[in-house]
């Protein structure tokens, strides 16, 4: 049965759009400290949360203690979650690493800056592998990443979703080019939230760790964790593919770089070049099945990030003994890519 | 046949408890369950742990319990306040754990003067570790990372003290020794009370034995209880 939603049009940036849509998704607690480019995340729950005595607000002390709080918020069971960004990020796995091991659902929403270190406060695509892989785990992780101020909206409703229905930490990875963009978005408020449930004082009595004291004991533990991320991932992997068919050139981006593809992709066809967008809006789990359909009729590929290569080492694990075309790279870290930039790119290697 | 006169909180297939002959946790966690039993809160709270010996304890009771990260468990059990205000939540740590890694959160929320109970164990020393040096450790005392008493010429610290100066007396913060369990267990009651009552935040530190670490026999482990408790003052140290 068709879901009716309700549409309406506003003109926000992105930073207020992720906030309206965790509102919309049923958050009820945010903890978090101040970061750029995530900042505006933070005060604008504050100023919710200041109007309505039933949304839950802590600033922290540090990120550490954000993501911690955010787990007793958690537990006693709130949709609770938080934003960070670099630095910040580095901290959150502490707190990121127990509900990844506990099965906990948490919602975090990291506004990439660039790195290492403090680096800068806007803008890059170098968290790709701190988010999927930032605990000393395996990553059973969640990773979505946005293209546009309405996936912005969309896929932080759908991390609320996903964390709450599969109990693996679910992240939004963004952004300040997103975050702080002002455009015109549609809310929907969906009918249906996936309900949040407590851990404890639920009627049982619950032991709750996530310390072992003999190997096997974990290993079966994590065999467990393993099974139900496989079984998770065909429901929850997406990707956009964008004028693949008779493409020989595949472009691969994710995030805002894919937006900055797909026009780059218009443009080169109006020239007659066939090239294609892939796009994972999933990082974690990876649509590795549609990544190696994507490429079974191309001549070349070409990965484009503002990394270098943390996003392509996901692209060419995946194609590793399943092609044997050509890789072009336009790894560009920590700044941003144009459109111009990856046509410049494919015309110079269709040459 | 009466079996014992174990708290009924306690989780009967966890025990005997995994810690240590002569340890001071078991009786800190005892008098502990004594306390929950009186106050009849075993099914309205919530336990929190941290990483050291404190991590042992995570099955110890037939209580909603959470072993947390070393350091964290004040946060969590603080989100968990937060969302839940109605829970008597309590957490349990080390002085590593309290002092060392987590004192920022510690102290941060005696400042924010959050409604919950942290009962902390100093035994001066590492112990799941083996026994190096902690914040706690007294001068001249000699562990595994202080060989013969060597890098011990800082103060040892004061807790109770330090988090009663920031709150300006509000928080309820006392120092108790497992070498007088009546007094312990009169301070962790206090300590309950404080939160159920809506006080605020509510701290005891609890002087406590190591005898594996410490490297002591019974006559030596109390000796070293003794001198702790001239090292650090038991009593009431502030309350409102």
Request: charged share 25%; with cysteine.
């Amino acid at each position: 049965m068709a879901v009716k939603v309700k549409a309406k049009k506003y003109l926000l940036t992105g930073n207020e759009i992720i906030v309206q849509a965790a509102l919309d998704a049923g958050a009820e607690m945010f903890c978090g400290y101040p970061i750029t480019p995530t900042t505006e995340i933070l005060t604008g729950w504050a100023e919710k949360a200041a109007k309505d005595k039933n949304l839950l607000f802590l600033q922290t002390e540090d990120e550490t203690s954000a993501g911690f709080t955010v787990i007793g918020g958690v537990l006693a069971g709130k949709k609770a979650w938080t934003a960070t960004a670099g630095p910040g990020n580095i901290l959150m796995q502490d707190p990121m690493s127990m509900a990844e091991a506990m099965r906990l659902p948490t919602v975090c929403y990291i506004g990439q800056r660039g790195g290492p270190s403090t680096g800068t406060v806007i803008y890059s695509q170098q968290e790709v592998t701190l988010t999927r892989f930032g605990g000393n785990g395996e990553g059973m992780r969640i990773v979505y990443s946005p293209s546009t101020l309405q996936e912005l909206y969309d896929l932080t409703i759908k991390a609320f979703e996903a964390a709450w229905k599969y109990r693996f930490p679910t992240f939004v990875l963004g952004d300040g080019y997103l975050g702080k963009t002002l455009g015109d978005v549609d809310f929907h408020k969906k009918p249906k939230n996936y309900a949040s449930y407590p851990f404890v004082q639920n009627g049982e009595i619950n032991n709750l760790r996530n310390t072992f004291s003999i190997e096997e004991e974990l290993y079966d533990n994590l065999k467990d964790h393993f099974k139900d991320f496989t079984e998770m991932s065909k429901d929850v992997s997406e990707c956009e593919e964008f004028m693949l068919k008779d493409a020989q050139t595949v472009v691969f981006a994710h995030g805002v770089v894919g937006s900055a593809t797909k026009m780059a992709v218009r443009e080169l066809r109006e020239e007659g070049y066939r090239v294609g967008l892939f796009r994972p809006i999933t990082l974690s789990p990876f649509p590795s099945k549609e990544t190696i359909r994507a490429v079974k009729r191309a001549k070349r590929i070409v990965i484009a990030e503002s990394s270098y290569g943390q996003f392509g080492r996901i692209v060419r694990e995946v194609l590793y003994g399943v092609t044997d075309i050509p890789v072009h790279r336009l790894y560009r870290p920590a700044v941003g890519i144009m459109p111009e930039d990856i046509v410049e790119k494919v015309k110079n290697i269709s040459k | 046949m009466k079996t014992s006169n174990f708290p009924k909180c306690y989780k009967k297939e966890t025990k005997p408890n995994k810690f240590c002959p002569g340890c001071g946790h078991s009786l800190t966690l005892k008098t502990l369950g004594q306390v929950i039993d009186g106050f009849e809160i075993s099914k309205k709270m919530v336990f929190g742990i941290d990483i050291g010996c404190s991590l042992l304890a995570w099955d110890f009771f037939d209580i909603d319990t959470v072993q947390t990260h070393h350091g964290r468990v004040v946060p969590v059990i603080k989100g968990i306040k937060m969302a839940s205000p109605k829970t008597v939540a309590i957490a349990y740590m080390g002085d590593g754990g309290g002092y060392a890694i987590g004192l920022q959160s510690l102290l941060h929320s005696a400042k924010r003067n959050d409604p919950i109970t942290v009962i902390l164990v100093n035994n001066t020393l590492y112990g799941m570790t083996g026994g190096q040096k902690a914040p706690t450790t007294m001068k001249g005392e000699v562990t595994s990372s202080t060989p013969g008493g060597v890098f011990t010429d800082d103060e040892p610290f004061m807790g109770p003290e330090l988090i009663n100066h920031i709150t300006k007396g509000k928080a309820y913060t006392a120092r108790a020794s497992v070498g007088n369990l009546f007094d312990l267990k009169r301070k962790i009651q206090e300590a309950i009370m404080y939160q159920i009552n809506g006080k605020g935040f509510a701290f005891v530190e609890v002087l406590s034995m190591c005898p594996l670490n410490w490297k002591t026999d019974v006559k030596n482990t109390i000796e070293f209880l003794d001198k702790m408790e001239k090292v650090f003052p038991v009593g009431v140290i502030g309350k409102s």
